[in-house]
C-alpha cells in the first residue's frame, strides 16, 4: 500500500450492502477490508471482489467478541499503519413481537450487535484512524431509527414501531452514539454520521426490501468520501437530512 492510497473496514460486509460498499470504495481505488464473522464466507466475498481487480481483503472480526475486535485492530496496525475509514454495517435483528411480549433477553442481544458491537470496534479503530489525514466513521443506521417518523402515525414507518422494538430502539440508540462520537472527534476532523440506505432486499428483511443493496450503499459511500467541508453528527439518507 503506498502512503497515499487509503484503507476502508467495513463490518458485516460478507453480504448485502456492506458488500456492496466494499465494492464501490474498492472501485475508488480504496483497500478495503472486509470483516465478518465467518472465514469462508469472508474469504469468499473478498475474493469475488479481487477477481475484478480490486485491493480487497478479509479481516477475521466478530464484533461481539472483545478478542477479536482487538485482534482486528492489531492486526490492522500491523499491516497498514493507520485506518481511514470505518464504516460500521453488521447488525441484526429480531422479531416480528409486539413491544409488550419482547423479552429483555431479545432486546439485549440485538443490542450487543447494533450497538455494543459498534462501540467496541470504533472504540479499538480509533487510534488508527487517529493517524489518518481525513478519517471517516459512517454508522449504518435506518429510518426506523428516526423517533420523529415512528411517533407520527402517519408515517409509513411508525406501523414497524409496534413489531420491531429490539431494531428500532437499537438504531436510535446508535443516532444518538453517532452524535456524542462526532462532537468529541469534530475537533480533530474526524467526520462521523449516521446513514440510512433505504428499505433495501437483503438477508435482514428476508428480501423483502424495494430498492438494491447497491442503490443502498451510495449514501454510505458519499460520506466515507467526504471532504474536509463534508457533515458531521447528521442523520442523512441518499436523498438528504433524515429527522432524529
Not at 206 to 230: N, P
Request: hydrophobic residues 45%.
Amino acid at each position: 500500500m503506498t502512503t497515499s492510497q487509503k484503507t476502508a473496514l467495513i463490518t458485516g460486509a460478507n453480504k448485502g450492502i456492506g458488500k456492496e460498499t466494499a465494492r464501490r470504495l474498492a472501485a475508488l481505488g480504496i483497500t478495503v477490508l472486509i470483516g465478518a464473522r465467518n472465514a469462508e464466507r469472508g474469504e469468499a466475498a473478498a475474493e469475488e471482489l479481487r477477481a475484478g481487480g480490486a485491493d480487497v481483503r478479509f479481516v477475521p472480526l466478530d464484533v461481539t467478541d472483545e478478542t477479536s475486535v482487538q485482534a482486528a485492530a492489531k492486526h490492522i496496525d500491523a499491516t497498514f499503519g493507520r485506518l481511514d475509514i470505518l464504516v460500521n454495517n453488521a447488525a441484526i435483528a429480531a422479531g416480528p413481537q409486539k413491544p409488550s411480549e419482547t423479552p429483555a433477553a431479545t432486546v439485549r442481544q440485538v443490542y450487543e450487535t447494533n450497538v455494543f458491537g459498534f462501540i467496541a470496534v470504533t472504540h479499538a479503530m480509533l487510534p488508527l484512524l487517529r493517524r489518518s489525514a481525513a478519517a471517516r466513521i459512517v454508522n449504518m443506521s435506518s429510518e426506523l431509527g428516526s423517533l420523529t417518523h415512528l411517533a407520527d402515525p402517519g408515517s409509513p414507518w411508525s406501523a414497524y414501531s409496534s413489531i420491531l422494538l429490539p431494531y428500532c430502539t437499537s438504531k436510535s440508540a446508535l443516532n444518538a452514539i453517532t452524535v456524542l462520537y462526532a462532537n468529541e472527534l469534530r475537533a480533530e476532523g474526524i467526520l462521523v454520521n449516521a446513514v440510512s440506505p433505504g428499505y433495501c432486499a437483503t438477508d435482514l428483511n428476508r428480501h423483502t426490501g424495494i430498492r438494491t443493496a447497491e442503490e443502498g450503499a451510495a449514501v454510505a459511500v458519499d460520506l466515507a468520501t467526504a471532504g474536509e467541508d463534508g457533515p458531521t453528527g447528521a442523520f442523512l439518507a441518499e436523498d438528504g437530512p433524515i429527522p432524529w
